[in-house]
């Protein structure tokens, strides 16, 4: 049985890795799905993908640190598909990575914010204004965080610092909104093989394969299950947090690191 069947979805930075994956996932149990991203030839290709397994799904191009391309982001949405049932604002930069605190420069530390936390205020409040719009109001929103936004992480303090953030706009709008029908939580990613991480290694290796290697056996050694994980283990979170299994779900923070946190919770 489909668990999101005729339900609309909306997906940030969905022409990549997680959220490429959720898209997937929220197709296969039945939404319409909306991609957004900057990047118009990955966005068309993913919609593209779920057409040919028979789902159904469009790409808007937005930049959701832009207040009027998020605006315009649900419009478009409404204007296609009716109304907004399920988010996952999933999309994310990765600036100055691999400076410490004092290293960051103010443009770094103004883009990963703009992005990553303002981003995610931007399209909460457009999609909670239309879902209190609906009759009755209702809906679902996942933000996705990350185990950085638990604990910080060296060489990651800002971006950490967003994720922090994303967990405190959650939960506020979880209690802010609940009696009105609409439930918030956090998607606490790990460590998964999608691009942001990849590139991290990447970096951190020099580019040399072998230390790539290395650094994934280090990272896997630290996770309880041994691996990390897939994107689609990230997406099928989303779907269970989105659908009326969870619903009586909300202000969480689901962690999703195959144990990487437990020693530490
Ligand atoms: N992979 C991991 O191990 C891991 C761990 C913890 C948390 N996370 C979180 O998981 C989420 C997805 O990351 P990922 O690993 O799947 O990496 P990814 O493939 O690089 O995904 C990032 C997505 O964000 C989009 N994006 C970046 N800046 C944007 C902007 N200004 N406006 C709109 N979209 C923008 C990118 O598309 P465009 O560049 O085309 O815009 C892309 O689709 C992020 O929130 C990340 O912080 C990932």
């Known amino acids: 049985m489909q668990r999101l069947t005729n339900k609309v979805a909306l997906v ?17 149990e ?25 789902g159904e799904a469009i790409f808007v191009q937005t930049d959701v640190s832009k207040p009027n391309q998020v605006e315009s982001l649900i419009h478009k949405t409404v204007e296609r598909y009716g109304r907004l049932d399920c988010a996952l604002n999933n999309a994310a930069a990765y ?5 410490a605190t004092a290293d960051f420069s103010e443009e770094e530390f103004d883009l ?4 990553d936390l303002k981003g995610v205020w931007l399209c909460m409040k457009y999609e909670i204004k239309q879902m209190l719009s609906q009759t009755p109001s ?21 971006y950490s610092a967003a994720k922090s953030g994303v967990l405190a706009l959650t ?17 606490v990613a790990g460590a998964f093989q999608a691009p942001m991480l990849e590139w991290s290694i990447e970096h ?28 689609e283990e990230a997406a ?5 947090l989105c659908s009326d299994a969870a619903s009586y779900v909300t202000g969480h923070s689901m962690i999703a690191d195959g144990g990487l946190t437990a020693p530490f919770r």
């Open 12 to 28: 940030t930075g969905g022409n990549s890795g997680i959220g490429r994956a959720a898209a997937h996932a929220f197709a296969r």
């Open 30 to 54: 039945g939404a319409k799905v909306v991609l957004a991203a900057r990047g118009v030839d990955r966005g068309h290709a993913v919609v593209r993908e779920i057409k040919e397994k028979g």
């Open 95 to 99: 600036a100055g990575a691999f400076s």
């Open 112 to 115: 990963t914010i703009a992005v």
């Open 138 to 158: 209702t809906g679902v929103i996942v933000n996705t965080s990350s185990v950085n936004g638990l604990g910080g992480a060296p060489l990651g303090a800002i």
């Open 171 to 187: 939960k506020s709008a979880a209690q802010e909104y609940g009696r009105q029908g609409i439930r918030v939580n956090a998607l």
């Open 204 to 231: 951190a290796a020099g580019g040399d394969p072998a230390e790539i290697k290395k650094i994934e056996e280090k990272y896997a050694a630290m996770i309880s299950l041994g691996r990390i994980g897939r994107p």
């Open 236 to 240: 099928e979170v989303a779907v269970w």
